[in-house]
């Protein structure tokens, strides 16, 4: 399977029709090129733009969505389409789209763990709370966002669920750089997963992107690292390696805290 990670710069003086436009004649690129195509978090506002959060927002089969499908069926190709600020029933969440190769919603995930310490997206965004998973051919991927990728149990929760892969789109501050490569990798090997985690560049709100998109193999090796601008990182993946892993170091198979019932006092 091939993998093509779009590093999108978001630039706050483009308006978001460009961007969105821009977006998908980068998709469009990749036909011929990758299996599965994915953009990185909210890069429809910026992710730290938390004031144009609500101006910035769309429901689900909004322009970002039906721009986005049609990038998709034209490229031909799986796309996770990053994730946008999806407005229903007066709240506001930040949700990704899954599109088929033929331009159908496939999946969406609301990201569950929002990031601000009680304030921006963390009082701004109502919480997801779903796990989601979606089957590819050959492979099936579980759907995290940026901030989830500190919480280990949600990894945990989509292995349970049939992963074999995950897809994390972000906007990541380049000051925690390095925070983002070992929980890239963390999440990759104690799950025996592929990760591939998609970030931005350029400047949310005063805040510069790491970009720094990488793709983990499950034995936590990196296998392609962007740099910090706007870029297309491109990489294959083997769906075997991660059966081939996990047999071979059988560690899941070992789990004990979080499989058994606790006991009650």
Known sequence: MRASLIQIAVDPDEPVDARRARAARL????????????????????AFASDLFAAGSEPLDGPTHRVMAGAARDAGVWLHAGSFVEAEAGALYNTSLVLSPDGELAASYRKIHRFGFDEGEAVLMAAGEDLVTVDLPHLTVGVGTCYDLRFPELFRGLVDAGAQAFVVPAGWPARRRAHWTLLARARAVENQAYVLACGTAGTHAGVEQAGRSIVVDPWGEVLAEAGPGEEVLRVELDPGRVATTR???????DRVLGVRTPKRA
Not at 32 to 43: Q, Y
Not at 247 to 253: C, G, S, V
């Open 247 to 253: 047999e071979e170091f059988p560690a899941l198979k």
């Open 27 to 46: 998709v469009r690129e990749e036909s011929g090129r990758a299996d599965l195509v994915v953009l990185p978090e909210l890069w429809t506002v910026g």
